[in-house]
């Protein structure tokens, strides 16, 4: 605030003009009487004219009771003040968020006559009175706000961050300048397509509305699907394709697109392509899934007879209909990838190699998307075998003559092994279990069970043996075990004789002399006679004799002598 010093002297009169409020009232100090000077403050304005003014003042003595006088007077220009431009800002910098507008306020002191504003070395907008000039590079952003001179500049983009200077010519002076800075904040500094998603679903038959959001105003722009254009606007003006008339709307003025009754073709994606009115042009792409219900699913097995450790199976799971998600299940289980098993990138096929008896079960495809859900099932066999071959009962197996027998042979086979049985090479029946109804002594033997698989080309024997056991005579041994006893007891009689003879034979060599060799080998022949005529005698000791007359031995006789000697080796016999 400027400060004017009045001199004043008694009496009271002041030489005008005085500088001020357009009414100020001095105020009553006693410093008048000792100081003649009186502080005014400037508050008036120095655009006022002074010609319309006049100032209000009282002076009074200090010592005087009386009101003070008061007088009033025109204003006129103080002598030696500047009457120069004055261009008053509301602020230095300031920031504004891309996209927004940027307002440079200024207040000029004095009328003005001319004025432009310059950004980065080059002239935005010249105005002399009330004629504009805007460059052609700021025509749709750039606003002159007359009479103050003031600029607005619509949506601000980084690239307009700066500073920017005014240059203000009044009516009467010396030509001025102010500078403002601008900070420009936020995001791209030229035009980005806000999407609100990248990619959606609609079922066939519904609407579809792609949204988009231009972070500046649009010019113009255009819609575009598979390499042809769809709709095309500049301004509120909108042309669609023939194709799409019914189905396509565009809304502005952000620019979105609504296809309405989409089907499968519709599928794919759409880009969006934005001219804005200042700057580079943008696209967009959103991705449209429409989905139909899936059905008729169906699962395929390329080979239904997999041999174990040998064979590789593929299953191949098709479907009609949107298929987003592809699952598999082994009874009802999750399946989860290992060495063996894999699982396509996009789960069609399921591959199992080298496959073996535990992959035996019921696999499920299960198909869906985000309307609708479906499954197929088939059964996977693995075939192996036979193994672990048994007969019931164990051998061996012993059995009366005559009975009934029956025998069962089993083993791990799939599918279930042929079975065939045997007696040596010669083939009897097929069938797991064997029978022989009435048996006999021709039936005893080994008998081969045989198991074969069809599938795996494999088969695996097993052996039993089947023996009699006879029937006890009422002694209570069976004939056989008597037929033995007495077999042995003749064989060691025969055994006995053959003893003493050859020991008789040693003991007679031992004691007679050599010149009686030939006595003795008749005296034993005569012995052995007279033993079986003494055995024959025994046997038939209980027949009945007639008592005749026994003539007396001859003892000149050849008998005598024999029957001499007969008593004499049977005597070394019983001793």
């Known amino acids: 605030m400027s400060c004017l010093y009045v001199f004043v002297r008694p009496p009271l009169a002041v030489d005008p003009p005085l500088l001020g409020c357009p009414s100020v009232v001095l105020p009553a100090v006693d410093p008048?009487?000792?100081?003649?000077?009186?502080?005014?403050?400037?508050?008036?304005?120095?655009?006022?004219?002074?010609?319309?003014?006049?100032?209000?003042?009282?002076?009074?003595?200090?010592?005087?009771?009386?009101?003070?006088?008061?007088?009033?007077?025109?204003?006129?220009?103080?002598?030696?003040?500047?009457?120069?431009?004055?261009?008053?800002?509301?602020?230095?910098?300031?920031?504004?968020?891309?996209?927004?507008?940027?307002?440079?306020?200024?207040?000029?002191?004095v009328k003005l006559r001319s004025g432009n504003w310059g950004f980065k070395d080059k002239t935005i907008v010249t105005w002399v009175g009330s004629s504009v000039d805007v460059d052609n590079a700021f025509t749709s952003r750039a606003e002159l706000l007359l009479p103050n001179?003031?600029?607005?500049?619509?949506?601000?983009?980084?690239?307009?961050?700066?500073?920017?200077?005014?240059?203000?010519?009044?009516?009467?002076?010396?030509?001025?300048?102010?500078?403002?800075?601008l900070l420009v904040i936020g995001e791209s500094q030229g035009l980005t397509i806000h999407t609100d998603r990248s990619r959606f679903n609609v079922t066939a038959g519904g609407d579809a509305t792609f949204s988009v959001r231009p972070?500046?105003?649009?010019?113009?722009?255009?819609?575009?699907?598979?390499?042809?254009?769809?709709?095309?606007?500049?301004?509120?003006?909108?042309?669609?394709?023939?194709?799409?008339?019914?189905?396509?709307?565009?809304?502005?003025?952000?620019?979105?697109?609504?296809?309405?009754?989409?089907?499968?073709?519709?599928?794919?994606?759409?880009?969006?392509?934005?001219?804005?009115?200042?700057?580079?042009?943008?696209?967009?792409?959103?991705?449209?899934?429409?989905?139909?219900?899936?059905s008729n699913v169906t699962v395929t097995l390329n080979n239904s007879n997999p041999v174990e450790d040998k064979d590789t199976i593929l299953l191949t799971c098709d479907a009609q209909g949107t298929v987003q998600t592809w699952m598999w299940f082994k009874n009802d289980q999750p399946i989860q990838a290992n060495d063996r098993i894999l699982i396509s990138p996009v789960s069609r096929h399921l591959t199992i190699s080298h496959v073996n008896r535990n992959?035996?079960?019921?696999?499920?495809?299960?198909?869906?998307?985000?309307?609708?859900?479906?499954?197929?099932?088939?059964?996977?066999?693995?075939?192996?075998?036979?193994?672990?071959?048994?007969?019931?009962?164990?051998?061996?197996?012993?059995?009366?003559?005559?009975?009934?027998?029956?025998?069962?042979?089993?083993?791990?086979?799939?599918p279930i092994g042929e079975f065939f049985w045997f007696l040596g090479t010669n083939k009897l029946q097929s069938g797991q279990a064997f029978t022989i109804r009435s048996l006999q002594a021709v039936?005893?033997?080994?008998?081969?069970?045989?198991?074969?698989?069809?599938?795996?080309?494999?088969?695996?024997?097993?052996?039993?043996?089947?023996?009699?056991?006879?029937?006890?005579?009422?002694?209570?041994?069976?004939?056989?075990?008597?037929?033995?006893?007495?077999?042995?007891?003749?064989?060691?009689?025969?055994?006995?004789?053959?003893?003493?003879?050859?020991?008789?034979?040693?003991?007679?060599?031992?004691?007679?002399?050599?010149?009686?060799?030939?006595?003795?080998i008749t005296a034993g022949r005569n012995n052995a006679l007279t033993t079986d005529a003494e055995s024959t005698s025994q046997t038939y000791e209980n027949i009945p004799r007639k008592n005749k007359p026994t003539p007396p031995p001859d003892e000149s006789s050849t008998y005598m002598g024999l029957n001499l000697e007969d008593r004499s080796v049977y005597s070394d016999l019983k001793r």
């Open 149 to 181: 001179g003031s600029l607005l500049l619509k949506s601000v983009t980084r690239s307009d961050s700066g500073d920017y200077t005014v240059n203000m010519i009044p009516d009467v002076g010396d030509q001025q300048t102010a500078t403002i800075a």
């Open 32 to 109: 008048l009487v000792d100081h003649p000077s009186v502080h005014l403050p400037r508050l008036f304005p120095r655009s006022l004219p002074w010609d319309q003014a006049s100032l209000s003042w009282s002076l009074w003595a200090a010592r005087s009771s009386a009101e003070p006088p008061s007088r009033r007077c025109p204003l006129a220009p103080l002598i030696g003040e500047s009457q120069g431009l004055t261009i008053h800002t509301d602020r230095s910098r300031f920031n504004v968020t891309a996209g927004g507008d940027a307002t440079f306020s200024v207040r000029p002191s």
């Open 215 to 294: 972070s500046v105003k649009v010019r113009s722009g255009n819609w575009g699907f598979k390499d042809k254009t769809i709709v095309t606007w500049i301004g509120s003006s909108v042309d669609v394709d023939n194709a799409v008339t019914s189905r396509a709307e565009l809304l502005l003025p952000n620019g979105s697109l609504l296809l309405k009754s989409v089907t499968t073709s519709d599928s794919g994606n759409y880009t969006v392509t934005m001219v804005p009115e200042v700057g580079d042009m943008q696209t967009a792409t959103i991705a449209l899934l429409v989905i139909e219900p899936v």
């Open 443 to 520: 039936d005893r033997g080994n008998y081969t069970c045989q198991v074969k698989n069809s599938r795996t080309k494999k088969s695996m024997n097993q052996i039993v043996e089947i023996t009699l056991r006879e029937r006890l005579s009422p002694g209570g041994l069976s004939a056989g075990a008597i037929a033995g006893i007495a077999i042995g007891v003749i064989g060691g009689a025969a055994m006995v004789c053959g003893l003493v003879v050859w020991f008789v034979r040693n003991n007679m060599n031992r004691r007679a002399p050599p010149g009686r060799r030939a006595a003795e």
């Open 359 to 414: 992959d035996t079960g019921t696999y499920k495809c299960t198909v869906g998307n985000d309307v609708s859900k479906s499954s197929a099932e088939t059964i996977v066999k693995v075939n192996y075998g036979p193994e672990n071959i048994r007969i019931e009962p164990q051998g061996p197996v012993v059995a009366d003559i005559g009975s009934r027998v029956t025998v069962t042979c089993s083993a791990l086979s799939v």
